[in-house]
């Protein structure tokens, strides 16, 4: 199970925080992320975290204003997006892959998806 929370309606230039929390075969995962999908666009990545190291990344339209944290136990993650454009609007997942070997940045493969949430940025 997968639930997320914080969306919500704000501002140019104000900020928001979205929080994730896994249960169940998704429970320490070996990666967690946040994807986003706009009205009328595809599904794209935002940011990631592996419970290996530690490893933590980012696209870059949105690397200096999301901040992407997860706990050691990898059940919760949050994602902090400060300095919200109108572009940012869009439904917010977060996903949990539950193995992965490789090194680098996890991107995609993801076995488990939540709701999404709604992130409104207003002009």
């Known amino acids: 199970q997968r639930v997320e929370s914080g969306g919500g309606l704000v501002q140019a230039g104000g900020s928001l925080a979205l929080s994730c929390a896994v249960s169940g075969r998704a429970f320490g995962s070996a990666a967690m992320a946040w994807f986003r999908q706009a009205p009328g666009k595809e599904r794209e990545f935002v940011a990631a975290?592996?419970?290996?190291?530690?490893?933590?990344c980012y696209a870059d339209s949105v690397k200096g204003r999301f901040t992407i944290y997860g706990n050691n136990a990898m059940n919760t993650m949050s994602l902090q997006m400060n300095s919200l454009e109108p572009e940012h609007t869009a439904v917010y997942y977060c996903?949990?892959?539950?193995?992965?070997?490789?090194?680098?940045?996890?991107?995609?493969?993801?076995?488990?998806w939540g709701q999404g949430t709604q992130v409104t940025v207003s002009s």
């Open positions: 996903a949990a892959r539950v193995e992965f070997s490789g090194s680098g940045c996890v991107r995609s493969g993801y076995d488990y």
């Open positions: 975290i592996r419970r290996s190291g530690r490893t933590i």
